[in-house]
């Protein structure tokens, strides 16, 4: 079964430390998107790839990273630089065909400790 | 920059009786995307509408592109409790893979 895969499912960090959310797709998809989701909230773009080894900041990507070495991942690094880390963190793909809908993980859920 | 807005940001309705949910975009769009959030889940894709003045229809649920491709809606007649959850429309403008999420509207239906 095709799919997206988030883990872990909840996160807890620690004051000063990074974690790494991690997001695989097995659905040959070249574009993949890192959403941030706050309680009854929309979704926000943290980051997105077109394809590997390029990505583009979104609209709220200070205090993150991300990588893209591989077409099947797309890992989200949340720094210590992010102040108000407490979110559902959700991953997309889709394929780089015009018009084609988004795949979402389960999602992440990250609270400070 | 490119802003998608939702309203009612809320909507508490009683089982059988009509919703529509209005998604207004500040810049034209190539295409937008509609999708339903069960709580606690993830967004699941319910429809995509591309043309000017574009009409699909899923059951009872109606989904309308406006004619400046810049607003839509999504109607459900007659809801369920099925129908609970936030309901996002996204749009997408041409040259990026970009999506701009809309601010939702959550559905609550009363049995």
């Known amino acids: 079964d095709g799919g997206i895969t988030q883990s872990p499912k909840y996160l807890f960090r620690k004051e000063g430390q990074n974690v790494t959310l991690s997001c695989e797709q097995n659905l040959n998809h070249d574009a993949m998107y890192w959403y941030r989701q706050d309680p009854g909230q929309g979704l926000r773009l943290i980051y997105y790839s077109q394809i590997v080894n390029d990505f583009q900041k979104g609209d709220i990507a200070e205090g993150y990273s991300v990588s893209r070495e591989k077409k099947e991942s797309f890992p989200l690094t949340v720094t210590s630089a992010q102040k108000n880390p407490t979110a559902f963190y959700l991953c997309a793909s889709t394929n780089r065909q015009v018009n084609q809908p988004q795949h979402f993980g389960d999602g992440t859920r990250l609270s400070i400790l | 920059g490119q802003q998608v807005m939702q309203i009612p940001q809320y909507q508490h309705v009683q089982e059988g009786e009509d919703f529509t949910t209005y998604c207004n975009s500040s810049t034209t769009l190539s295409n937008i995307q509609w999708y339903k959030q069960r709580p606690g889940g993830h967004p699941v894709f319910l429809i995509q509408?591309?043309?000017?003045?574009e009409v699909k229809k899923q059951k009872r649920l109606t989904f309308q592109f406006g004619e400046a491709k810049k607003n839509s809606s999504l109607h459900i007649t007659a809801t369920q409790t099925t129908d609970v959850g936030t309901y996002f429309c996204?749009?997408?403008?041409?040259?990026?893979?970009?999506?701009?999420f809309g601010t939702g509207t959550r559905l609550k239906v009363l049995a």
């Open positions: 996204a749009g997408h403008s041409s040259g990026t893979y970009k999506y701009i």
């Open positions: 509408l591309v043309k000017s003045g």
